[in-house]
């Protein structure tokens, strides 16, 4: 047996398309709210009246909260972790000793057997002590090897890896490459099949938790031969094993505390009962791992939400400006309005994905697709607002107030610490046409091969009948629903409260707007349609605006039943809504009304050097290295800075 060269293979658009289709979960089991919404169809049923949590859930989720805030407020330096780039070892081992690598972990396995929702709530709280120590928890149980264990693993992967998860051993995930990124289909690391074992060669970039990391998650291809289907396949690997080598700890704008690393492979056996699942199976383990593991990233960007918030309200109540306190100045205000409204939309979208993914009634892709989505997004503008009405103190770093004695706000380091977030665990770009796909699903499920020119006109003509039969029944669907009832969703009118009805009226009524839309698009464009990536990013974007509206009043609906500051949490949501209705209605005029057709002419003309002559009149101060570095495979040539936290 010899080790393979692993320079990426190459493939055309479809084959990494049809990648990308076969890793991704074919059927619809359960009901979506999401889907549904995007069909034009706003089933409140399926999340009103909120679902909620059980007592005894509660009770032993609110244990863990109060010991982790003592843990955060008592142990955790967030200046130091900045400053030195590195969580202190002693800040791991307490988190370790507090139960927190196990909070997602059975107790069976001796984890804290936490819920969704109470998982969240500690990633939020951990997070606003340091974002570095929420991308630790969450790097190692939301995609690390506890997840896939528990929803791919064997009896006895459960029983060797998860005990260890949950108190000593820190985890990693390991896909990206470094000329691979959302395109699996050109994954380079192999896995050859040798007896009982499997050799694993390549190289893997940009792995959270891999510098510190005692287990990983590993993809790697396994070619097709005798006895193998082959195909992406997932392995757990110990880090401690021969042949792999750290090689490089990355250091990036923000995050600064986090183990991000470079990580060599090299004739690396790993055996044959570590592989996760069949063989093959590796991109939709990765992807259904996904599906509820993406929620983490929302939970932090929540937490964000409400620092920036409390910031904006102590600063903006102290400093003054023309003789009153800037939060009067509507400029300002309304800054505050935002972030006040908004952070209460995402904790909404938030709870009720975790509750829902809790429950399990309901398939939870696109809600957990579009918080991801949208947290990122949302909290990046609070953050960046938050700078702004901070003025020059906002730009100025935590240490330099300190130093000349104001309080050290570390506004700068929260914007640049979010900017990751709408890069991580897909980007804003992959996650728009990946909810597009999904959104789209029940059109190309009974119209997809009308459009696909690769089938046989048999099978268009099969298709053509099972598409005039959805539609006959869809289609007058769209025309009228409770929207156009005054009376409609009465219930989220209480006497003395905002009248939130109008709100959802308006949900329902833009739903079969955006269904109607999607619809004619795809007469339009047809096969072409997955090619207009700027039309289905504002399709995605209105269905996530409409998604935490709904979130929005049902959790403002929920805290008033319960008692819990109901009037006040109306009118964030009404708040909330009237922005987001500002919004939706810019997305939906730029459907049709944009400049996409002069923006690819005008890419064209820059790839094409026809602009050239612009960037005349200033120095690059990048060097002349290569943009993409080609890993030369075999044994690392670099020392290994791999440090395992005991």
Same mark, same amino acid.
């Given at each position: ?90 800040? $791991? ?123 990983? *998650? *590993? ?26 080598? $750290? ?75 023309? #003789? ?12 505050? =309005? ?10 909404? $979208? ?95 499920? *009974? ?92 399709? *995605? ?43 939706? #209605? ?35 101060? =990048? ?24």
């Amino acid at each position: 047996m010899t080790a393979p060269a692993t320079s990426s293979p190459t493939v055309s658009e479809r084959e990494a398309r049809q990648v990308a289709e076969a890793a991704r979960e074919q059927h619809w089991r359960k009901p979506s709210f999401a889907k549904e919404l995007f069909l034009g169809r706003l089933r409140l049923d399926l999340v009103h009246p909120h679902p909620l949590p059980a007592d005894d859930d509660v009770r032993r989720g609110e244990a863990f909260l109060a010991r982790l805030r003592e843990f955060c407020e008592t142990r955790v330096d967030s200046a130091r972790i900045e400053r030195e780039a590195r969580i202190p070892d002693e800040v $791991v081992t307490g988190l370790k000793e507090l139960g927190a690598l196990g909070m997602k972990i059975d107790t069976r396995y001796g984890g804290l057997g936490l819920t969704q929702v109470y998982y969240n709530r500690a990633l939020a709280l951990a997070g606003s002590a340091s974002p570095a120590l929420g991308a630790l928890l969450s790097a190692h149980q939301s995609i690390g090897v506890p997840q896939p264990l528990k929803l791919f693993g064997t009896q006895e992967q459960k029983d060797a890896f998860l005990p260890r998860c949950a108190r000593t051993d820190i985890s990693a995930f390991l896909l990206t490459e470094p000329d691979v990124g959302s395109d699996p289909a050109r994954l380079a690391t192999t896995a050859v099949p040798d007896g009982d074992a499997y050799v694993l060669d390549g190289v893997k970039l940009w792995t959270t938790n891999g510098v510190v990391a005692d287990l990983l *998650v *590993v993809m790697a291809r396994v070619p097709r031969s005798e006895g193998h289907r082959g195909g992406i396949t997932a392995f757990v690997v110990e880090a401690a094993a021969e042949g792999v080598t $750290v090689e490089h700890r990355n250091a990036f704008m923000g995050l600064r505390g986090i183990e991000n690393g470079v990580t060599r492979f090299h004739r690396v056996r790993v055996p044959a009962a570590h592989r996760i699942g069949e063989e093959g199976q590796g991109l939709k383990i990765a992807l259904t791992t996904l599906n509820t593991g993406r929620l983490s990233l929302p939970a932090m960007c929540v937490g964000a939400g409400k620092w920036c918030l409390k910031i904006a309200r102590e600063w903006s109540g102290v400093r003054e400006q023309w #003789g009153k306190p800037v939060a009067l100045h509507e400029a300002v205000g309304s800054k505050i =309005s935002f972030i006040a409204a908004t952070t209460f939309a995402l904790e909404a $979208v938030l709870e009720l994905s975790s509750q829902m993914a809790d429950e399990d009634r309901n398939d939870i892709r696109i809600e957990a697709a579009l918080a991801k989505l949208y947290g990122s997004e949302m909290a990046w503008r609070m953050a960046d607002e938050l700078v702004q009405i901070r003025g020059g103190r906002g730009f100025e770093t935590a240490d330099s107030l300190a130093t000349r004695g104001e309080r050290a706000v570390p506004a700068e380091q929260m914007l640049r610490d979010l900017r990751i977030n709408r890069i991580f665990e897909g980007s804003t770009e992959i996650m728009h046409l990946l909810i597009a796909r999904e959104a789209v699903d029940a059109h190309l499920a *009974v119209a997809g091969d009308l459009i696909d020119p690769a089938k046989s006109l048999p099978d268009k003509a099969r298709a053509g009948g099972r598409a005039g039969v959805f539609y006959a029944r869809w289609l007058p669907k769209l025309v009228a629903g409770p929207g156009q009832l005054p009376g409609s969703y009465a219930e989220f009118h209480p006497r003395g409260h905002t009248d939130l009805s109008g709100h959802l009226r308006y949900v329902e009524r833009h739903a079969r707007k955006l269904a109607r839309a999607t619809f004619y698009a795809m007469s339009r464009w047809q096969g072409r349609m997955e090619s207009k990536q700027g039309f289905l990013g504002r399709v *995605v974007d209105i269905g996530a605006e409409l998604f935490a509206m709904s979130a929005a009043c049902v959790r403002a609906e929920l805290l008033r039943t319960r008692g819990e500051h109901g009037r006040e949490a109306y009118q964030l949501a009404d708040a909330f809504c009237r922005q987001s209705r500002v919004r939706v #209605g810019e997305l939906f005029d730029r459907l049709w009304t944009n400049t996409d057709d002069i923006d690819r002419t005008v890419v064209r003309g820059v790839l094409g050097g026809v602009y050239e002559w612009l960037e005349q009149g200033i120095v690059d101060p =990048s060097d002349d290295g290569p943009w993409i570095a080609e890993p030369e495979p075999g044994p690392s040539a670099r020392g290994n800075v791999h440090r395992p936290i005991r």
